[in-house]
């Protein structure tokens, strides 16, 4: 089945570390996307990526990075830089834009960050 | 700024009641209106797509309205079921943007549905 993949769904970090958060996904999309989600937020944009070995930053880019080698994957790092990295991260990819683009969204099934 | 706001914020109901939750925005240029169902600990998931001609779609036991004159969506849901019992959030898409593909979408903090026996 098409999909996307993320893992790991639970990760537990202590201050000062980098961690990776993984996203892979089947669905031949050219578009993918890091969401971030907090409690009585709506989803914050991250950053994005429309085409192999180019990225664009959200509204929210500082302390993350992200990568875009491969079509299929599109990792986000979380650096110590980010100071408050707990939260509910989603990664989504959609087709490209173009004349009959409707800006739906397919999600993976997030993944758990934790800061101990 | 390019706004949405969904109410109520928490909503519990039995089973088998409908209920409907609202959505209001200030999104310029309008393109199109989104409900998502997102359950617990899991991605959104999409139930309907509303563009700026379409008053009312269905999709089974939900059903969305648009007034694009007032900038007011519904997400309406008949007969409930504990399946139901999920967050519904609400996406504007805005043309014209760089974000998502040239389309910019501005997210809702979403409902908290709770459907109990």
């Known amino acids: 089945d098409g999909g996307i993949t993320q893992s790991p769904k639970y990760l537990f970090r202590k201050e000062g570390q980098n961690v990776t958060l993984s996203c892979e996904q089947n669905l031949n999309h050219d578009a993918m996307y890091w969401y971030r989600q907090d409690p009585g937020q709506g989803l914050r944009l991250i950053y994005y990526?429309?085409?192999?070995?180019?990225?664009q930053k959200g509204d929210i880019a500082e302390g993350y990075s992200v990568s875009r080698e491969k079509k299929e994957s599109f990792p986000l790092t979380v650096t110590s830089a980010q100071k408050n990295p707990t939260a509910f991260y989603l990664c989504?990819?959609?087709?490209?834009?173009?004349?009959?683009?409707?800006?739906?969204?397919?999600f993976g099934e997030g993944s758990r960050l934790t800061v101990l | 700024k390019n706004q949405v706001e969904q109410s109520p914020q928490s909503l519990i109901i039995l089973e088998g009641k409908n209920c409907t939750l609202q959505?209001?925005?200030?999104?310029?240029?309008?393109?199109?209106l989104r409900w998502y169902k997102q359950d617990t600990g899991r991605g959104p998931v999409s139930l309907t797509i509303?563009?700026?001609?379409?008053n009312t779609k269905s999709n089974g036991r939900y059903t969305a309205t648009l007034d694009a004159d007032t900038k007011q969506s519904s997400l309406h849901i008949t007969a409930s079921q504990l399946s139901d019992s999920a967050s519904y959030i609400c996406v504007v898409s805005s043309a014209g943007g760089v974000t998502g593909g040239g389309n910019k979408l501005t997210f809702g903090t979403g409902t908290q549905l709770k459907v109990e026996l």
């Open positions: 990526s429309q085409i192999v070995n180019d990225f």
């Open positions: 959505c209001n925005y200030t999104v310029s240029p309008f393109s199109n």
């Open positions: 509303m563009t700026f001609s379409e």
């Open positions: 989504a990819s959609s087709y490209r834009d173009s004349s009959d683009y409707t800006g739906e969204l397919f």
